[in-house]
């Protein structure tokens, strides 16, 4: 048990060098010279589409997220395609691909060749948690297209249906440990969720034929009242009951007080780790004690946009984000 205990230890050590590696190709402003109007039209696009439907910010944020767990950060959520990864069943629902073309066709008219649909990806998430009231960082950037795109390759993703322990596994074959995990979860305080996701818990958990008893009893019944037996299962639901368009930590004390939507959110509260950062997140409000979440959550996205990253001669800067070059 000890030598496999070093041999994890060792391999965790190994995925942080070659993160911190990776990460340095990055920078802060790389198109500063080569389109310096590059971050300002990304911007101006998520405003534009997000003063239309504030839902999309959930979405580009979610993208972002897909893209990085399957063949790292590069874009490949993107192409269109029966076999592409954005055709795999856990890619159902994703949403916002409209914005990142809408953006990458002005890039194209400003800087031919120049900016990463990789990146534009990164800007927008970042952009998307900006116009939600949450924090805004300095988005590393200069991320290449990748050239692979399958959808058999969507394993890797998380589920809804995941304990912590294949949470845990899934992120930390990405680099990621609890706190990045719990931190990045909490990107769910905006957007919704279809019942057929999550209502299972609701009436049959685990063939019993009863709710999940994790489930606070009060919610219990509205979520019923929402998410009939059999209602319609495309029906969307808030994953933060309180306040579903704004970037705050609404969504840990959903957690905590059993008001969590997706079976694999509020299993967090079960498992002493991920607990206890739960708990540090929930116990705070808006204000001083407020920003802790504000402050790590910009740090767990930029270790998360920098997995497995292309950068300098590899991939390719695509000319249209849905198809290779």
Known sequence: MASLCMICLVIKLLISINLNAVAAQLKTGFYSSSCQNAETIVRSTVETNYNKDPTVAAGLLRLHFHDCFVQGCDGSILIAGASAERSALPNTGLRGFEVIDDAKT?????????????????????????LSGGP???VPTGRRDGRISSSSDASSLPSPLDSVAVQRQKFAAKGLDDHDLVTLVGGHTIGQTDCIFFRYRLYNFT??????????????????????????????????????FKFDVSFFKNVRDGNGILESDQRLWGDASTRRIVENYAGNIRGLLGLIFDFEFPKAMIKMSSIEVKTGGQGEIRKICSKFN
């Open 106 to 130: 002005q890039l194209e008219a400003s800087c031919p060749g120049v900016v990463s649909c990789a990146d534009i990806l990164a800007l927008a998430a970042r952009d998307a948690v900006d």
């Open 136 to 138: 805004s960082w300095g």
């Open 207 to 244: 063939t019993t034929g009863n709710a999940d008893p994790s489930i606070n009893q009060a919610f219990l019944a509205q979520l019923q009242s929402l998410c009939p037996r059999n209602g319609d299962g495309s029906r969307r639901v808030a994953l933060d009951k309180d306040s579903q």
